[in-house]
Structure formats: structure tokens, C-alpha cells
């Protein structure tokens, strides 16, 4: 025996897009680890390298072969070292990221992120690289199934739920139908249990993911129908797939079961909050709204994405809706549920948009008074129906110049929004400290605003068993006064905290300097969609 000690090798996972993106690269993670590696954060450490990729617009293609550039380099320096390439990016190049960046090792696609370990294990096997890109997600195949159980790394006491893939609306700016494939939702009672277990294992907030989460369930209930219809149908297996609710109908008849699902997962004991991404104004029911707004556990927060104020670009955008009809959606959500928080999507200079047609944006914007707005300058996809509309393009400045317009509207919202919040109380659930000052604690209230706080220094009674040394921890839940406000969060000071575990309450001493509310500069980046 040699008494050479054997290492494991080192693996990082880098990832661009979006939280679809981020739960793929947790299930990355749990599979090379699965495989005898382990995980690290520095790419100079790691003898294996899998960057999960997102097209949705160019600077995304830009970004990936920018680190493949950089990658190349760092690989001549250590041989042996190999680099895999995943999720939207390397569905839609597929060969062409090979020719491109031939020194890549594996490359797989958005419906086959579970062989990642095989196909890194063939590339060194055989010394060549190992592709494989499917055309469409294997339903029967459970390894495919984005489920892995997949607890946010960075927060352990939350996680993100996959509940569908693909997408079956035909936007004509979009190309995640083309790389995601058609919707595909997975069995209502799968989802409940691995609720039941990510809550067992003392998971308290559930986001749940899909390219449009509010038509999940659409195609179970359309293709079962006709075995619900059967006299020998198995009662349990139609519960399993489509939930008890729909199977308890006389009629059965094709329909959504997101509203279902809400109510289900939110009654899931040790679950506090569910949130969920994304939906579409167009499928927007009033039974959503009313799960949204009688399930306790489901967060005052609503996504609901415009990408214009024009009838005419949207009906160009192939959206499905009107202006008119969406502000009617969105009120009937606000009428039912008290303190909505709404988020939305905008993209400017999409293909023959006039300056009447974003004057109409402008407006629907201010109506509409949104807590927070992503906007987008429009990026042309190739494979998309916007990307053939090249006599169209509105002039890069025009487009920047509306950007800047726009930003001041959505802006001046939010921060109207968040000043009407000072003085309040909230509920949030503690994140960590604060990238900018580690003084700082940060968290999220439910209706998802990042806020920034600091204790009160008081004296408190011990009494309950809580040592006067206790210091907060990502994962408590806290009562948080609201201080001051920003367009892109809060800042406050924390008055009392509860740890899950134990749902003890007591102010929390910290050396801070206190007194008044600490200012600092915090910039939340635009998300990427």
C-alpha cells in the first residue's frame, strides 16, 4: 500500500439566468457531489468547472464566451481540468459551442441536467468531449424531473420547488419555449411531498418555479380526463397526479390546478411562506386570487409581468392580453388581497414600438403604481419571431433614452411604495448580513422587500431560556420597525426575533452604534429574465 492520501476532486458551479437556472445548478451541485466530489467556490480550486447558461438575451451569449475565453487559459495552466457547459445556452448553440470553444468538455441541454456526472465521467474516460442535447424532457424518466430535493445553498431555510417545465405560449420576443421545450407539469402529489419533506427537514419558506406557474396542471387535467372518465380508473393514482380537488368534480373538465396547489402547499405544517414565479397576466384566475388571498402561509407578493402599456406592441408581442384587461386583473388581485406587493416586467424598444406606443407604457406604468420594475431594453433572439422584425428595430439611442424615461416612472413608484411603509412594523425572515456593511443584517418581509436593520439597544428579560449573547441568524424570523425608505428596499431597526426552532421572542443586543437609522448605499442589480 502506498499511504498516498487519496483527495477528492473540487468542483464549482457557475451560474447566469434565472432562478429556473439556480434551483438546475443546485441539482448540478447534488450530483457531482453524489459522485465523490466536492464543492468549492473559487474556479482556481476546482478540477471541474460546469457553467449553467441562460440565453434569454445577447449579453448572456457575451458573458458565457467571455468566461470560456478565461477558462481556456486557467485550464492550459492545469491540465486535466474540465469544463462543462449546460441549461439554455448549449440547447440552443448545441454543436456550434463545440466549434466555437472546442476545448470544452461536456455539453448538455435544458432536459438532461441529471447526466451531467455521466457525461463528465465519459469525456475523461475517452479523452473526447461528451455531448448529448435532447430535444424534449423524458416524462417517464424521474431523474429528469427537476425535484433532487434542492435547498438553496445560500439559504438553507428556503427553497425552490420546480413545479412545471417548458412553456407553452408563443411570445414573439421569447425563446424558452424553444429551449425549454412545451409544458410539462409534474404530478400534484409529488410536489406536496417533497413540500412535506423539505419542511421536515426544517425548510420554512417554498418558492414554487415554472415558465408560467399559474397554467400548471393545464396538460395533467387535459390528459386525464378520459381515464377519469373510466370506471376503473384507480381513485389514488388520478389524486396523485392532478390532486383531490379536480377528481372530486362531476365534471372533470380540463383547468389549471395552481390555485389547488396553493392551498395544498400552503397547508403543509412548518411551511410560513410560499411564494411563486412566474405567472402570466393572461392566465390570471380568480380562484389564483383567492388561494393568494385565503391561504395564510401564501406571501403578499405578486409578480405579474406588462412588457408593454401599448395594445398594439402587445398584441405584436403576441401577449394574449390587453392593457385594459391586465390593470382590470390587476385590481380584482389588489381588491382581494390587503397589502399587495406587485413587481412586473417592461421591456422597451421591442420591434416598431413608436413613441405613442411607449407614451401608452409610460401611462399603464404610473396607473398601475408598481413596488418594483425589471425592465428590459429588447434583445433579438435568433429562433424568435421578434428577431425576423429587423426593418423594425427602434434606433439604439431612441431606445436608451426611453429606458432612462421609463426608469424614472417605475422608480418613483417604488419609492412612494416603500415611504408609505415607514413607521410599520414587518415580519421578515432573516437572509445574513449585508453585502455592503456587515453591520447590517439583511432580510426579506413577505411581501418579498429587502430590508436592511440594525437592534435597539434596550435591556430584556432572559426569562424564557433565550441568553442574553443570542445573536440572529439566517432563518429567524423578526419583527423589524421600518426607519427609512429606498426605491429598492427598506431600512430599519429589529425589535424582536423568533428562531424557528424554538419561537422564542427577545430584542437582540449588538454593538452597533445606533440612534438614529444607518444609511447606507445599497444597489439591488436589475434581475435577468
Not at 131 to 159: C, G, K, N
Not at 223 to 242: C, I, K, M, Q
Not at 297 to 316: F, I
Request: net charge negative; aromatic share 6%; charged share 25%.
Amino acid at each position: 500500500m502506498s499511504g498516498e492520501q487519496v483527495t477528492s476532486r473540487k468542483f464549482v458551479v457557475r451560474t447566469f439566468g434565472c432562478q429556473m437556472n439556480e434551483h438546475d445548478s443546485e441539482r448540478i451541485a447534488a450530483l457531482l457531489t453524489a459522485d465523490g466530489m466536492e464543492r468549492t467556490t473559487e474556479i482556481s480550486d476546482a478540477d471541474v468547472v460546469v457553467l449553467n447558461t441562460c440565453c434569454i438575451r445577447q449579453n448572456a451569449d457575451d458573458r458565457l464566451y467571455g468566461t470560456l475565453g478565461h477558462l481556456k487559459s486557467l485550464q492550459a495552466e492545469h491540465p486535466g481540468m474540465q469544463i462543462a457547459v449546460g441549461g439554455c445556452l448549449a440547447q440552443k448553440d448545441r454543436s456550434l459551442l463545440l466549434r466555437r470553444a472546442p476545448y470544452v468538455n461536456a455539453v448538455f441541454g435544458t432536459h438532461n441536467v441529471g447526466r451531467v456526472a455521466h457525461l463528465l465521467s465519459e469525456a475523461r474516460a475517452t479523452g473526447q468531449p461528451a455531448f448529448e442535447i435532447l430535444d424534449a424532457p423524458s416524462t417517464e424518466d424521474e431523474t429528469e424531473w427537476p425535484t433532487a430535493m434542492a435547498v438553496r445553498s445560500d439559504l438553507a431555510h428556503a427553497a425552490w420547488v420546480t413545479i412545471q417545465m417548458g412553456c407553452d405560449n408563443s411570445c414573439a420576443f421569447c425563446i424558452v419555449p424553444a429551449v425549454r421545450g412545451p409544458e410539462v407539469s409534474r404530478p400534484f402529489g409529488d410536489l406536496v411531498r417533497e413540500v412535506e419533506e423539505l419542511a421536515a427537514r426544517g425548510t420554512v419558506e417554498v418558492t414554487l418555479l415554472g415558465q408560467n406557474v399559474n397554467s400548471y396542471g393545464r396538460d395533467l387535467t387535459l390528459r386525464l380526463r378520459h381515464e377519469a372518465t373510466r370506471t376503473d380508473a384507480a381513485p389514488h393514482f388520478l389524486v396523485h397526479e392532478t390532486g383531490p380537488a379536480w377528481v372530486s368534480e362531476g365534471a372533470r373538465r380540463p383547468r389549471p390546478l395552481f390555485a389547488d396547489l396553493l392551498r395544498a402547499v400552503g397547508s403543509v405544517e412548518g411551511i410560513r411562506r410560499v411564494r411563486f414565479i412566474s405567472p402570466h397576466p393572461k392566465d390570471l384566475r380568480p380562484e389564483t386570487i383567492a388561494a393568494m388571498a385565503e391561504t395564510e402561509s401564501v406571501c403578499e407578493q405578486l409578480h405579474l409581468p406588462l412588457q408593454s402599456g401599448s395594445n398594439r406592441v402587445l398584441a405584436a408581442m403576441r401577449r394574449g392580453y390587453t392593457a385594459e384587461r391586465y390593470l382590470e386583473r390587476l385590481a380584482a388581485a389588489r381588491a382581494e388581497i390587503a397589502d399587495l406587493a406587485v413587481s412586473t416586467d417592461i421591456i422597451v424598444g421591442f420591434p416598431g414600438e413608436s413613441e405613442a406606443d411607449f407614451q401608452a407604457t409610460l401611462e399603464v406604468v404610473a396607473e398601475a403604481g408598481y413596488d418594483s420594475a425589471f425592465t428590459f431594453v429588447f434583445s433579438p433572439r435568433p429562433g424568435t419571431k421578434a428577431a425576423e422584425m429587423e426593418g423594425d428595430f427602434v434606433p439604439a439611442e431612441v431606445v436608451a433614452e426611453r429606458f432612462e424615461r421609463l426608469k424614472v416612472v417605475a422608480e418613483r413608484s417604488a419609492l412612494a411604495r416603500h415611504r408609505a411603509r415607514i413607521g410599520k412594523v414587518e415580519e421578515a425572515l432573516v437572509e445574513g448580513s449585508s453585502k455592503k456593511d456587515e453591520r447590517l443584517l439583511t432580510g426579506r418581509t413577505r411581501q418579498g422587500k429587502l430590508v436592511h436593520f440594525v437592534p435597539a439597544h434596550s435591556s430584556f428579560d432572559t426569562g424564557d431560556g433565550v441568553a442574553a449573547g443570542d445573536t440572529v441568524a439566517a432563518g429567524d424570523f423578526v419583527k423589524v420597525r421600518i426607519d427609512s425608505a429606498a426605491p429598492h428596499h427598506l431600512l430599519g431597526t429589529l425589535l424582536s426575533v423568533e428562531s424557528p426552532g424554538r419561537r422564542r421572542k427577545a430584542p437582540v443586543p449588538v454593538s452597533t452604534p445606533v440612534g438614529r437609522p444607518v444609511r447606507i448605499p445599497v444597489h439591488i442589480p436589475v434581475r435577468v429574465s
